[in-house]
Structures are given as structure tokens and as C-alpha cells.
Nanobody, 122 residues
Framework: QVQLAESGGGLVQAGGSLRLSCAAS????????MGWFRQAPGKEREFVAS????????GYADSVKGRFTISRDNAKNTVYLQMNSLKPEDTAVYYC???????????????WGQGTQVTVSS
């Protein structure tokens, strides 16, 4: 069993920054790829970013490319999402996820955190 716990969400003005963290426990962290997804009210959950087991390969949604950076610290069993130049349309609940391979499809992941709210005011 794997537990994922996100933190770092909050309220920020447009143009500001936040860093989300996701701590994993219960399994060998380095054997899994990690991802971030988000879900805004009334919308489907969408891919944000992913990172491979070693951290060497990273993928981003076009909507966040150049503004968000995903990283991981395998010694701390933690994945991060640095979010810069935030826009009101980034407002959503952000979910951390873990799975066997880095992918942009939610179905590729096995475990999910409870989510953390990010609200960007205009």
C-alpha cells in the first residue's frame, strides 16, 4: 500500500508562485514514476506534469510548459511542483499520483493523494 500526502497549496495572486510537495510512503519510491494532475470545478481531471523514476525524463501539459517545473528527491521520497507565473485558470485541486511509468494519462497511475487546493486570484 502507498500513501501520498500533498501540501503547499493556497491562495496566491496572479503572477505569483507556489511550490507543491507530495510525500510518499509505503513502497520503494525510486521504482515509481510520479505525476501531477489537477481538476477545476465542473471540469475533468487533467494532466499537469510527470517525472520518470530517475528524474531524467519530464513531461508537461502545454498549458503549463515554461511556467511549472516538476522535480523529485528520491532520498526524501518526495516529488515537487514549482508553479511560477500563476494564472487564474490554474485554479484547481492538484493531485499527486504514482505509477509504473511516466505518462499523461490518469489511468496509467495506481495511487493518488487526497489533493491540495490552489486558488489564483486575478
Amino acid at each position: 500500500q502507498v500513501q501520498l500526502a500533498e501540501s503547499g497549496g493556497g491562495l496566491v495572486q496572479a503572477g505569483g508562485s507556489l511550490r507543491l510537495s507530495c510525500a510518499a510512503s509505503g513502497r520503494t519510491f525510486t521504482t515509481y514514476a510520479m505525476g501531477w494532475f489537477r481538476q477545476a470545478p465542473g471540469k475533468e481531471r487533467e494532466f499537469v506534469a510527470s517525472i520518470s523514476r530517475s528524474g531524467g525524463n519530464r513531461g508537461y501539459a502545454d498549458s503549463v510548459k515554461g511556467r511549472f517545473t516538476i522535480s523529485r528527491d528520491n532520498a526524501k521520497n518526495t516529488v515537487y511542483l514549482q508553479m511560477n507565473s500563476l494564472k487564474p485558470e490554474d485554479t484547481a485541486v492538484y493531485y499527486c499520483t504514482l505509477g509504473p511509468r511516466s505518462a499523461a494519462t490518469a489511468g496509467e497511475y495506481d495511487y493518488w493523494g487526497q489533493g491540495t487546493q490552489v486558488t489564483v486570484s486575478s
